[in-house]
């Protein structure tokens, strides 16, 4: 019997699985697990990571929580293990309300991966909640005006970063995921550097691990990173 669909009342589920390849890897399981996520309606981004955190991730954006478990179900028996994993679901910021609404539109249902923009990172973050320095006991119109000078930085790489930052609070165990696609690797590299200087990240932001890669097709991404 078919569970009834599970999302958010607005916007996509995000899961990213971070996987490593330890054995025999049924690569045609893979495939067909891809191809049927995608006819279902998920978006399936494939992603070869570098160092050893892992060997590679599956980004999945869909209305569906269920049809998003089966597909990690599928990879684990295709003798892929699950070694980490980020569930979020895409929002609009509180202070980003009054956006135009193709604006409002692209947070939530983004369409990626985006064109042209191979290089590939994810970490999460949290506002700092501590006793001398906590984000939340800022008046809310100290902490839009601090993020509105966050997002102006953003700005200066528009063209070579798309960023998307997806909520996670009371889904894991950060508050956001940030996954950012870029032109050049050194794209990201700038784009985090220069952002921490804003007081936001500065005196408020603190961040988990990183993960780095390459987007690339089911196959490209397979074949570099399983035997």
């Given at each position: 019997m078919n569970s009834a669909p599970l999302g958010p009342q607005e916007g996509l589920n995000v899961l990213h699985l971070f996987c490593h390849a330890n054995g025999a890897v049924n690569a045609d399981q893979i495939r067909h697990a891809t191809n049927e996520g995608i006819a279902q309606g998920l978006q399936i981004i494939p992603v070869a990571i570098m160092g050893a955190k892992a060997d590679l991730c599956?980004?999945?954006?869909?209305?569906?929580?269920?049809?998003?478990?089966?597909?990690?179900?599928?990879?684990?028996?295709?003798?892929?293990?699950?070694?980490?994993?980020?569930?979020?679901?895409?929002?609009?910021?509180?202070?980003?309300?009054?956006?135009?609404?193709?604006m409002i539109n692209e947070r939530l249902h983004p369409v990626l991966p985006p064109e042209g923009m191979k290089a590939w990172c994810f970490y999460p973050m949290s506002k700092r909640r501590g006793e001398t320095i906590n984000w939340y006991a800022e008046e809310f119109e100290r902490?839009?005006?601090?993020?509105?000078?966050?997002?102006?930085?953003?700005?200066?790489?528009?063209?070579?970063?798309?960023?998307l930052v997806t909520g996670s609070s009371g889904l894991d165990d950060w508050e956001w995921g940030v996954t950012l696609f870029a032109v050049h690797v050194d794209d990201l590299k700038d784009c985090v550097y220069t952002m921490r200087f804003d007081e936001a990240?500065?005196?408020?932001?603190?961040?988990?691990?990183?993960?780095?890669?390459?987007v690339g097709t089911v196959d490209e991404v397979l074949s570099a990173t399983t035997a």
């Open positions: 599956f980004m999945i954006l869909g209305t569906d929580l269920w049809q998003m478990r089966t597909f990690q179900t599928a990879l684990t028996n295709a003798g892929l293990d699950v070694t980490s994993s980020y569930v979020s679901v895409t929002e609009v910021s509180e202070y980003a309300k009054g956006m135009p609404e193709h902490r839009k005006e601090l993020m509105s000078q966050h997002g102006k930085s953003g700005k200066e790489f528009r063209g070579r970063v798309i960023q990240s500065t005196l408020y932001g603190e961040f988990g691990e990183f993960y780095t890669g390459m």
